[in-house]
């Protein structure tokens, strides 16, 4: 019986090198890794999720906690990539601007936070980070003892944040090495393995196969990442 993997992921996980795709598109980098593994991957998530959006799934969303969580024999916490990327504006405060009303309101605001941010962080020089560090390992290390304590037989694994070179960031990376390290860290901390995102998007920024977002991935890197973490998948797990 072949494994069922579980992706809990911000849309690098279904973002293509164009627009998202269906997440059953076999070209995405989790049901590579199932293929390559043989195993069958869900991909559950939603674009710019956050540490914190992964926690909130696992423990509101009954479809996850009720379905998906009980039958995972692995489970991908692809999330954390979006945390430490620079922002102008707390995380709470962008993320009430969808609920502004009446509609000019909320799309005012809109265009206004869109054209003022790759300014905005190039003047901060990266500092504020979308969610702060130690929100981060936070809700991380919740999902870990959560899983683990409800479900210990599943496997877990992590990621280490990939690079960036968004347009719409500034295209400022100044906080990517504090965050590369903070990830280790913290898979020390909690014992868990590590997808190598950051060296394995890396030979592929700027490339013509990439989306022209600087942050979503083309098929060639999305196949690099997905054999790659086969490889990890189907070795021996770390003692957690």
């Known amino acids: 019986m072949s494994r069922r993997i579980l992706v809990l992921s911000d849309s690098l996980a279904f973002h293509g090198p164009g627009l998202g795709e269906l997440t059953t598109e076999p070209r995405l980098w989790p049901n ?6 043989g195993s069958e991957a869900t991909i559950y998530g939603r674009r ?25 024999d692995v489970v991908v916490l692809a999330v954390g990539g979006m945390d430490y990327l620079p922002s102008i504006m707390p995380a709470h405060l962008r993320e009430g601007i969808r609920l502004l009303r009446p509609p000019i309101v909320r799309r005012v605001a809109t265009g206004a936070l869109r054209r003022a941010q790759p300014t905005g962080v190039r003047l901060l020089r990266g500092r504020w980070r979308t969610l702060p560090q130690p929100v981060t390992d936070h809700y991380l290390t919740r999902c870990v ?34 965050a590369v390290g903070a990830a280790l860290r913290w898979a020390d901390r909690v014992q ?28 060639s890197c ?14 021996p797990a770390r003692d957690g």
């Open 48 to 72: 710019g999720w956050t540490a914190r959006d992964a926690w909130f799934a696992i423990t509101k969303d009954p479809h996850v906690y009720s379905v998906l969580l009980p039958r995972a």
């Open 192 to 219: 868990i393995d590590m997808l190598r995102l950051d060296t394995w998007v890396a030979p592929y920024l700027g490339t013509g196969d990439m989306n022209v977002d600087g942050m979503h991935w083309g098929w």
């Open 145 to 178: 003892q959560g899983i683990r304590h409800f479900h210990p037989s599943t496997r877990l694994l992590g990621i280490v944040p990939p690079p960036h070179d968004a347009p719409a960031y500034g295209r400022v990376t100044a906080g990517h090495p504090a």
């Open 32 to 37: 590579i890794m199932a293929a390559e593994s």
């Open 222 to 235: 999305h196949r690099a990442v997905g054999e790659r973490a086969a490889q990890l998948l189907t070795g």
